[in-house]
């Protein structure tokens, strides 16, 4: 910690501006951080663009939306008693149980008074003489404070596709993270399905159950593994409640705080019946054990990867009663696990209905929506609904969505021109009082544990600037050197970073990020943490406190 003498002007002034803390986004992050900052008795205004709590899971109510972290491993961890009185129906919860669940964490602490719905913000610049914020709504209005915290998600900033005729569509068209608050009907009508990420993957299986006619437009396959979602037993919520200690402790234990992680063998240590057998076991676990617990050398050696690549498409192509619809679900230009696993119930199945057509987007591309549906090179079709499940702009995309200026006027999309650069995914030299929950670099993984983390850290400094009477926060530029350094060699040899995907930073759809980036913080979330906690346990020295 570089400590100059305190200016006493800057305290002084902290009585003027309208908050000590702005918290931008009211999903889990912002809402943890609220509880934290009330604590220290700090001044604090959420702003929310949605008219209610939950981020993620308010703005992704399309069918089929869920869980694929165990529920009970992604709930909030630190109020013990709320462990205890609330239930989870599945070990897969779907959305809206989880919306229920955040409007009742909100309700138990009276969040909602602090939080200002339907107020996206706009832009936020640093006032270098007041060592301070001012902070503009989209309707124009100007807030200050000491301290922005942003709290805006890492897939919250949705991107269409960049396809001629989109508003010429005469039938409903949704982007999956903006569905209406109604309930859609798809019984009997022609539905079209965009895009077969993740997201995708939810809503196919779902609309599929009722569409008259299904279309999917599959620009490239991914690797879906079975969920084997089922209810919580009576026994089963005694025991997860009994072991909640245990649970939470195993999360923080593994490599990116999920139940499952990396098994301690290579792929080729073991015989080959050995492994087919272990695949097997894998593919008939629930979540993501197969993809995260899985051999340790599966995400970096190409042999191993091809390995468990042709275990999955050996099960697609037993589940896929067409051969040529079944090649065409195998994805070529990656193996297993390099892009962000899908994981379905009763996927495959789905394009065994007369009721659903896969169409080849790369083969045929789509050319334009006309108003009547979609037209490819190949072909017209005729839709009531056009879905569009074309992801996210991810982890700069919401910071890029708002004008945040730094030190002296500086752009923070200037200073991410050529890659993010932080320090622990939290700061960013030249922005002080700045403070990101899962901002770029930050540790991932499964995303509840990783926010309660980055709360209680920021927590922690600010407890920590509070008790020395300090007012400014900045890092020095050897330390964002260091962990952006940091970030980069913990990429080296990753198969995951050879291919495009929102975790490369690659979105076809946004001007600038078609070229792969060291998007994403691949450390173990224990080395993360430790990290982060060396900084605090040494008193700040990474940072310019004053
Ligand atoms: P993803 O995983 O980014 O998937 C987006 C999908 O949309 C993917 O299949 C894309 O194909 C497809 N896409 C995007 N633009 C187009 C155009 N212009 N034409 C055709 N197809 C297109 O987003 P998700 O929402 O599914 O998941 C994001 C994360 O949210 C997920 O990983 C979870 O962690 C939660 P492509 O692969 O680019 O060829």
């Given at each position: 910690m570089t400590l100059t003498t305190m200016d006493p002007a800057s305290a002084d002034t902290t009585a003027a501006l309208d908050y000590d803390a702005i918290v931008i986004g009211a999903g889990m992050s912002g809402m943890y951080q609220l509880i934290r900052l009330r604590e220290l008795g700090l001044r604090t205004r959420v702003f929310e663009a949605?008219?209610?709590?939950?981020g993620t899971w308010y703005w992704n109510?399309?069918?089929?939306?869920?869980?694929?972290?165990?529920s009970y491993s992604y709930?909030?961890?630190?109020d013990k008693q709320l462990l205890q009185d609330w239930e989870w129906?599945?070990?897969?919860?779907p959305q809206p149980e989880t919306l229920r669940y955040l409007n009742l964490v909100a309700d138990r602490y009276d969040l909602k008074r602090d939080i200002q719905f339907r107020s996206p913000v706009a832009s936020a610049h640093y006032d270098d003489a007041g060592r301070s914020w001012v902070v503009t709504l989209a309707d124009g209005s100007q807030h200050t404070s000491r301290y922005v915290i942003s709290?805006?998600?890492?897939?919250?900033a949705p991107t269409m596709p960049r396809?001629?005729?989109?508003?010429?569509?005469r039938g409903q068209a949704f982007h999956t993270a903006k569905w209406p608050h109604e309930p859609v009907d798809f019984a009997g009508k022609r539905v079209a399905v965009i895009g077969t990420g993740a997201t995708g993957v939810q809503t196919i299986q779902e609309v599929?159950?009722?569409?008259?006619h299904l279309t999917v437009f599959q620009r490239t396959p991914n690797w879906c593994t079975p969920l084997h979602n089922r209810p919580i037993t009576p026994e089963e919520q005694v025991q997860i409640k009994a072991n909640y200690d245990a649970l939470f402790q195993r999360c923080r234990e593994t490599f990116a705080c999920f139940l499952h992680t990396a098994d301690p063998?290579?792929?080729?240590?073991?015989t080959a019946e050995e492994r087919e057998a272990f695949y097997e076991e894998l593919y008939a676990t629930p979540g993501f054990a197969i993809w995260?617990?899985?051999?340790?050398d599966t995400l970096t050696d190409r042999a191993a990867n091809k390995e468990i690549s042709d275990f999955v498409a050996r099960k697609i192509r037993q589940r896929v009663k067409d051969p040529k619809v079944a090649e065409m679900l195998i994805p070529q230009n990656h193996g297993f696990g390099t892009r962000r696993v899908p994981q379905e119930t009763h996927y495959y199945e789905?394009?065994?209905?007369?009721n659903v057509t896969l169409v080849d987007s790369k083969a045929t591309p789509i050319e334009c929506i006309t108003p009547t549906g979609i037209k490819t090179s190949e072909a017209e079709f005729a839709f009531d609904i056009i879905i569009y499940a074309t992801g996210f702009d991810a982890l700069t995309g919401a910071f890029d969505r708002i004008d945040i200026r730094g030190k002296g006027g500086l752009p923070l999309k200037q200073k991410w021109a050529g890659g993010a650069r932080t320090f622990v995914g939290m700061l960013v030299q030249d922005f002080p009082n700045l403070f990101m929950l899962l901002g770029p670099h930050t540790a991932l993984g499964n995303i509840p544990r990783s926010i309660e983390h980055n709360v209680e850290w920021v927590t922690g400094l600010l407890r920590h600037m509070q008790q020395h009477r300090l007012t400014f926060a900045d890092v020095t530029p050897a330390a964002a050197q260091g962990w952006t350094d940091h970030v980069m060699s913990c990429?080296?040899?990753?198969?995951?970073?050879e291919v495009d995907s929102w975790m490369t930073?690659?979105?076809?759809?946004?001007?600038?990020?078609?070229t792969r980036v060291i998007?994403?913080?691949?450390?173990s979330a224990p080395a993360y943490r430790a990290w982060c906690d060396a900084v605090a346990s040494g008193g700040y020295q990474e940072l310019v406190l004053s």
């Open positions: 949605g008219t209610g709590v939950g109510r399309y069918p089929g939306a869920r869980f694929d972290s165990e709930g909030f961890s630190f129906s599945e070990h897969f919860a709290a805006i998600g890492v897939l919250s396809i001629a005729g989109i508003d010429s569509f599929a159950k009722t569409a008259g063998r290579g792929t080729f240590e073991v995260v617990g899985n051999f340790k789905v394009f065994n209905q007369p990429a080296e040899g990753l198969l995951t970073f930073g690659v979105n076809s759809n946004v001007e600038g990020k078609q998007a994403r913080y691949a450390g």
